[in-house]
């Protein structure tokens, strides 16, 4: 019943809103979420080297929280667009052309400030799963 309204109300397309503003957000959030992990465990891994030490699944984790942290701060701008552009149209919700004026209305109405709504509940959400999953990635690796 959803697809059909949705498809009858906006269209087929409509099904697709929000698609390249994902697809231009993941670029930026994944390359500053695995430059600054990077950053993280080769500095983690020197300082724990010079103790004659590996790191461990805390260090792990960490590092994970401040790269997913990095990369949402540096993103979340394009992910609040994505997100409004999704509900663009729905009952109580603004219509939006598109990226850019979601991005100039939002500006308007609540300043740079605004670009940020919603990001502390976001980041309870995701920092858990990236930094779990970056952990597990490296004690598997390790143990390959």
Do not use: W
């Not at 030490?53 to 942290?69: H, K, N, Q, Y």
């Not at 394009?78 to 999704?86: A, D, E, G, M, S």
């Not at 990226?99 to 308007?108: H, K, N, T, V």
């Amino acid at each position: 019943d959803c697809l059909r309204r949705t498809i009858a109300t906006g269209g087929a397309r409509s099904l697709y809103k929000g698609l390249g503003t994902s697809i231009v957000g993941i670029v930026p959030y994944a390359g500053v979420d695995l430059m600054v992990n990077s950053i993280v465990r080769d500095f983690a891994s020197r300082h724990y080297a010079k103790r004659g030490e590996e790191p461990g699944v805390l260090a792990l984790l960490a590092g994970g929280m401040v790269s997913s942290t990095a990369a949402m701060l540096t993103t979340y701008p394009l992910n609040l667009v994505r997100t409004r552009l999704q509900a663009s149209g729905m009952p109580g919700a603004p219509v939006y052309e598109g990226a850019f004026d979601c991005l100039r209305q939002s500006l308007r109405a609540d300043g740079v400030r605004g670009l940020y709504r919603g990001l502390l509940p976001n980041m309870l959400k995701v920092l858990p799963a990236t930094s779990v999953s970056y952990a597990v990635y490296d004690v598997m690796q390790k143990r390959q």
